[in-house]
């Protein structure tokens, strides 16, 4: 096995609709907008859940200003 998810049933409401896909994803923090791009994740069409991988929110994060706040008032 590869390490990566794979998921076949949605955790939240059991639908096999679930699937793997890739995309932007466009998030706000504090009013300000930021475009994580090309996020791989699992996404329900029934209900809406989305899961990500450990890399993925690790990218996410990087991304997000919100992170970005935090590690400069650690550096300082």
Do not use: W
């Not at 475009?35 to 929110?57: A, L, Q, S």
């Amino acid at each position: 096995m590869n390490g990566k998810l794979q998921i076949k049933t949605c955790p939240t409401c059991g639908s096999n609709q679930i699937r793997f896909v890739v995309r932007d994803i466009v998030r706000m923090y504090k009013g300000l907008t930021y475009t994580v791009p090309k996020v791989g994740f699992y996404d329900c069409p029934n209900c809406g859940e989305k899961v990500y991988e450990r890399e993925t929110m690790l990218k996410i994060e990087f991304h997000s200003p919100a992170y970005h706040k935090a590690e400069a008032l650690v550096e300082a």
